[in-house]
Structures are given as structure tokens and as C-alpha cells.
């Protein structure tokens, strides 16, 4: 299809929406390719490139109206056939099919969507619509995706798939269909297979309360064959198992064929009438048969327009199923009702985001959780009484912010952990399986090789705080003769000693001080460099115990420094269980652990005590694709929904460009107060 500037004749004109709800739809401009302004805000209409009507509403008749009087192509837009997670407010489409021609679901005359569909596509554009299915039943997409997967008490062993719909709905009006075609459509579901349950499915929006559809529930229920699937399940679940596909004109007749179902329709939807679906009704003349690619190509590629949801830019197809895929992958890891104890007023928010697609119910006692039931909890708390479930235990990511957790700044990442968590050495955790069992394949190696390089090109760290600079003094400068040796600088990071990885990562060492007069008895030549947490330097937690003589033991104390541009400078890392260490071997720096943090034990660091249960060696890159691409959760800042670890950098460099330089006064008084709170404690 031609670009909207084309049809109207100037590239980029304004298009006029007579509706102002069509007029304030979000990211519709980048949809478009052009400004749209509501009539009332238009001075000019003659340099307006026409005029935008949302399918057949009245609105749509207002403006078709408005077009003819000032004499301006009609664009017809509707949703398109991947729009969004849900269908609220808050679920905007991220697809939009524009029509020059008619609307796809109107069978009375044809339009783009029927053009396109008898177009010819080469052997790469055929592929390109194969490999589109494939993605799409990877994926497991649907028109709508907030529903879950899991059904209660599970789906019939043999059924066929009856699609109900929203009742009065335009492609039903325009499909030459009726509400008997309903009726007719059960009947024949029944007849045609006799041997099997017939699995009622009511439209989204009729389970929500929001529309009618034209089934009766009651009578329904009353034939022991009939199934009424009453709550809201993925569609994907429903066509997978079911054994044909019954529909008037619902677009669960669409993605039945891409999931090789047998379709039976009784109205006549845009994918009817081309020799893929057995039609009750006799096609218009205009439709012939076609291929299943052609049709694919045409409804999925060529006709409707897509915008990337994290960058507000038009996109391809195949950016809006890898993102939803993502979505629905993320959504459907937790069980539907996940339980929640010990979180602050300013964490459940977060809890309630990280959990999306789980209802999360805040209890005050373990007591009150049911038996079966999933717990999370904040890190390594236990739960008193013990829990007869299973308990997801929580913790901040590796990439999260630009500031402290202790500052309250929302996290960009967490780990969400069902067997353990990564530090607590004492037992393993799910990131432990994955670095000791996961095969790595070479396109998540690719992957893990390029965020790295990302990780230190940008010099990114876990709170990415600090903007002093530090020069490697000049006894540690390198030599200009190739036999002699610069002295080595050592940084030794300071950690929380309140810190659960400690407790848990430490058996043997675990003071700050402790550590620091190891790494100079071992290590007396060297240009010892300590760096306070960056917590303990701004007041939000209490000093190490004989922390105070840190300088005593080393040769330099570093506080407001970036830890990103320092790791370059320095030539090894000496640390109990901090996160540094990890950073410094992504910047191929050696890395000595006294501890047990989860990046030892790989053949990767220098262990003084190893951890016997990690047996497998790994590289730095097997390493990345465990820690910062399967491990963690990632919630975009744009969309509040999940995402990518390479997009979580893409917002953090946008962060940290964008960082007020002083805290805001409730950060001011908030460290005010835990310094005071320290102070008496």
C-alpha cells in the first residue's frame, strides 16, 4: 500500500479527524506518517491531505460526509489484527490498517485488504509470511493478549472451537450475517461432530461485562455437549487443542488457519471465499483461491501499519510479535494469584509490576495464605510459619538504575527467583541451574557479546552514581621498557556488611576491614585502592565495623567516583561478594573473590573458596546471557511493560543524560531521616 502522503496527493499533509477521541489516539501520527488534526483546529482544509474515519461508526459517516463536501479522499482506519495486550484506555493499538478503498470486514465491496490478497509475492515474500506463522504460534499471539493460559480443570479431550461475538458488531452486519447465523453455526458444530464437546468461546470484551454477545449462557448450559468456556483464556490455548474452528465472522477464524486448523464460517469475513476455509455462504465473485501465504502476507505485512511500543516509530510486524512475545512469555511464568508478605507501601507498586498478568494479593501473616499457594517475598526472608507452597523470592537486578535502591529510585530489572536466590551461596538458585545446565546456543552468545560490549562502551553499572574522575598514579604508570613491570593497582569495593549476600556468600571473611588487610598482606607491593558502597557513603547505611581505618590499609580511599570509568584503570578486583567483581570480568580485568558470589566457581575468578556444586566452566559471554538476558525481569520506563535487557540500557543512557544532578527534596529529607535513624539505632 501506498504511503497516506501519496493517496492524498502531498507527502505529509495533514489528515483532519472529525472525531476527537480518533484525533487524541495515541501514536496515531506515527501510524499515519502524517499530523492529524480534529476539524475544529483546521484553518486550511484545502492543504489537509483527507480525511481519517474509524471504520463504520457514525463518527465514520460524519466524516465520510465532511470528505464529499470539501472534496478529500476517505482513509477508513481500523485496528489491526495484533492490536495490543488488552482492550482498554490503557492498551492503545499498535497496529492500524488504513483504507483507500472500503474496510476489510465490509464483504459488500472490496477493499485494499482484498487487492492485496490476489497481489503477487515473490518466493522471499512467501517466506517472509511462513516464517511470520511460525513466529506467530511461537509466540502464541492472539488479537488481544492479556488473558492467561491456564484453564481450571483443564480443556475436553475432543472438542471443536465455537466463536461467539460482540453483539451488533460491524463485520457481522457487513458479513452478510445475523444473529441466526449464530444458531445455524452451533447446530452445524454439533451435527458435523458428533464425537466431540462443543468448547463455546464468549468475546473478551462480553466476559468483561463491557458488550452482549448473541448466545444465550443459560440455554447453553442446559446441553450437556456444549462447553461455555466462562472465563477469560487465551484464545492461542482454545485453537491449539480444538479439532476445527467454528466462527461468523470472527477473526478466530484467521488465526485458526495459521495455527492449520479446519475453518467453517457463517458470515463472510475478510479471510472467506479464497478456497482456505469451508464457507456456508457463497463468496463474492471478486474472491478466487489463493495461498495461505498470500493471505498472510497481504492481512498480516502488507496492509496493516505497526508502531514499536518502546519507541513510539513505525516498525515491522515482526518487532510488535517479538515484543508481545515477550509480554506473553513474561506474564505467564507465575501462577495467576501470587501472594505477597513484607513489602513497604513504596514497593508494592513495583511488586504489582514485575508480577503483570498475576493478580497480587498483599497479606500481613503467612498464616493467611492458602495451602498450594505461591508466596514472594523480598530476598532471603523466611517465612514463619513456613509456607505449604512454593515462595518467589525477589531481588534487584544487575542493570537497575541511575541511583541508589536505598534512595527509593525505582528499578529498572529484578530476579524473580523459584528455587533459591543468587546470593545465597548455601544452596542453589535458579540462576546456579542456568549457568551449571543451560545450553547456550550461539545466537544468545552473539547477543551476550554485544550487550557486554554495550555494558563497558557506556561504562553502565548496577546504580551508574558517581561522576568524579581518578587518574592511576604515576608509580603505577606503565613503563616505557617492556621488562619492567608497572605496580599493579588492585581496587578492593566495600559492601553493606548488613548485606544478605554476606550473611549467605561470606563463610569465611566478611568485614570490609578484614578484607582490605588480606588483600595487603597478600598483595604488599601492590597500589591498593578502597571504595566505600555507595549506600554507606551517602548516609543510607551504616559503616562497616573498623571500617573508620580503611585508609590505614590502602594506599588511596576512592568515594565519588564512576565505577564504569574506574574499572578501566584498575588491574584487578578483590571482593567479598560484590557486584563489582562481576562488572570488572565483563571488562576482562582479574577478579580475586574471598566470598561465594553467584560468578564464581565458573573458571572465571580466582576462588579462596570454591563452591563444590558448580561444576560446569564458563565463559565470560556463557556467563552474560545467564546473569543479564535468562535471569533477571526488565520493565520498561516508555511502556511500564517488560522488556529487553539491550532496551533497559537504551533507557538508562536516556537516564542517566537526563539525571538532575541534586536529589529532589524528598530524597534530601529521606536521607536525612536514615541518617538520624542510624544515628540513634
Known amino acids: 500500500m501506498q ?39 483546521v484553518r486550511d482544509v484545502s492543504s489537509c491531505g483527507g480525511v481519517i474515519a474509524w471504520g463504520s461508526k457514525a463518527s465514520a459517516t460524519k466524516a465520510a460526509d465532511f470528505a464529499v463536501r470539501h472534496g478529500l479522499p476517505l482513509l477508513r482506519l481500523e485496528d489491526g489484527f495484533i492490536r495490543s495486550l488488552g482492550f482498554t484506555k490503557q492498551d492503545p493499538p499498535l497496529s492500524v490498517v488504513v483504507d483507500d478503498s472500503g474496510i476489510y470486514y465490509d464483504a459488500n465491496s472490496p477493499s485494499l485488504l482484498e487487492t492485496l490478497i490476489v497481489g503477487r509475492y515473490s518466493e522471499s515474500q512467501q517466506a517472509r509470511a511462513g516464517a511470520l506463522v511460525a513466529a506467530w504460534r511461537l509466540a502464541r499471539l492472539s488479537k488481544y493478549n492479556r488473558a492467561r493460559e491456564e484453564i481450571a480443570g483443564g480443556l475436553p479431550a475432543r472438542y471443536v472451537l465455537v466463536a461467539d461475538q460482540v453483539r451488533g458488531d460491524a463485520s457481522i452486519i457487513n458479513g452478510y450475517a445475523d444473529e441466526s447465523s449464530f444458531s445455524r453455526m452451533l447446530s452445524a458444530a454439533l451435527v458435523e461432530h458428533p464425537d466431540c464437546v462443543v468448547l463455546v468461546k464468549l468475546h473478551t470484551k462480553v466476559l468483561h461485562g463491557h458488550k452482549r454477545g448473541y448466545f444465550n449462557e443459560k440455554l447453553l448450559k442446559s446441553n450437556s455437549r456444549i462447553h461455555l468456556q466462562e472465563n477469560d483464556v487465551h484464545p492461542a490455548t482454545l485453537i491449539e487443542g480444538a479439532k476445527a474452528v467454528y466462527v461468523v465472522t470472527s477473526q478466530l477464524g484467521f488465526e485458526g488457519l495459521l495455527w492449520g486448523k479446519p475453518v467453517r464460517t457463517f458470515g463472510m469475513p475478510f479471510y472467506a471465499g479464497w478456497g482456505l476455509t469451508l464457507d456456508e455462504l457463497a463468496a463474492p465473485q471478486r474472491r478466487m483461491p489463493v495461498s495461505l501465504e498470500n493471505l498472510v502476507h497481504a492481512a498480516l505485512i502488507g496492509y496493516p501499519r505497526y508502531i514499536d511500543p518502546e519507541t513510539g516509530k513505525r516498525c515491522e510486524v515482526e518487532r510488535v510479535v517479538e515484543w508481545m512475545a515477550l509480554q506473553l512469555r513474561m506474564r505467564n511464568r507465575f501462577p495467576e494469584i501470587v501472594y505477597a508478605s513484607g513489602f513497604s507501601i513504596y514497593k508494592r507498586p513495583v511488586i504489582c509490576n514485575f508480577f503483570q498478568g498475576c493478580q497480587v494479593r498483599f497479606v500481613r501473616r503467612t498464616s493467611q495464605i492458602p495451602d498450594g499457594a505461591t508466596l514472594a517475598v523480598w530476598g532471603r526472608k523466611e517465612c514463619y510459619p513456613p509456607v505449604n507452597g512454593s515462595v518467589i523470592r525477589l531481588e534487584d537486578g544487575f542493570i537497575r538504575s541511575v541511583g541508589l535502591g536505598a534512595d527509593l529510585v525505582r528499578p529498572l530489572s529484578w530476579v524473580m527467583d523459584q528455587s533459591g536466590i543468587y546470593f545465597d551461596a548455601t544452596r542453589p538458585s535458579d540462576l546456579e541451574l542456568i549457568l551449571n545446565k543451560m545450553i547456550f546456543d550461539c545466537t544468545l552468545l552473539v547477543r551476550a557479546q554485544k550487550l557486554r560490549a554495550r555494558l563497558v562502551a557506556d561504562g553502565l553499572t548496577k546504580y551508574n552514581v558517581g561522576v568524579a574522575g581518578w587518574k592511576r598514579p604515576d608509580c603505577c604508570a606503565l613503563s616505557d621498557k617492556a621488562e619492567e613491570m608497572s605496580r599493579r593497582v588492585i581496587l578492593v569495593p566495600g559492601q553493606v556488611e548488613t548485606d544478605a549476600s554476606l550473611a549467605y556468600g561470606a563463610p569465611g571473611i566478611c568485614r570490609n576491614i578484614d578484607l582490605l588487610r588480606a588483600v595487603r598482606a597478600a598483595n604488599p607491593e601492590a597500589y591498593v585502592i578502597y571504595k566505600p558502597h555507595p549506600d554507606v557513603v551517602a548516609g543510607l547505611r551504616r ?47 582479574k577478579v580475586v573473590c574471598y566470598g561465594q558470589p553467584f560468578y564464581a566457581g565458573w573458571g572465571l575468578t580466582c576462588d579462596i573458596l570454591p563452591v563444590e556444586r558448580r561444576t560446569c566452566r564458563r565463559s565470560v559471554d556463557e556467563l552474560v546471557a545467564g546473569v543479564l538476558i535468562s535471569y533477571p525481569a526488565y520493565i520498561s520506563r516508555t511502556t511500564g511493560k517488560f522488556t529487553t535487557p539491550e532496551r533497559a540500557l537504551d533507557e538508562l543512557l536516556i537516564w542517566r543524560e537526563n539525571v538532575i544532578a541534586t536529589l529532589p527534596w524528598w530524597g534530601r529529607m529521606y536521607r536525612f531521616l536514615m541518617r538520624k535513624v542510624l544515628r540513634h539505632a
Do not use: Y
Open 3 to 41: 504511503e497516506l502522503g501519496s493517496i492524498a496527493g502531498q507527502q505529509a499533509a495533514p489528515l483532519i479527524a472529525t472525531s476527537r477521541a480518533v484525533a487524541n489516539l495515541p501514536g496515531l501520527e506515527a501510524l499515519l506518517g502524517a499530523p492529524v488534526l480534529h476539524r475544529r483546529s
Open 543 to 589: 559503616e562497616g565495623s573498623g571500617e573508620v581505618e580503611a585508609a590505614h590499609w590502602c594506599d588511596e580511599v576512592l568515594v565519588d567516583v564512576s565505577m564504569g570509568a574506574l574499572l578501566l584503570l584498575i588491574d584487578e578486583v578483590h571482593t567479598l561478594t560484590s557486584l563489582t567483581g562481576f562488572e570488572a570480568l565483563l571488562r576482562g580485568k
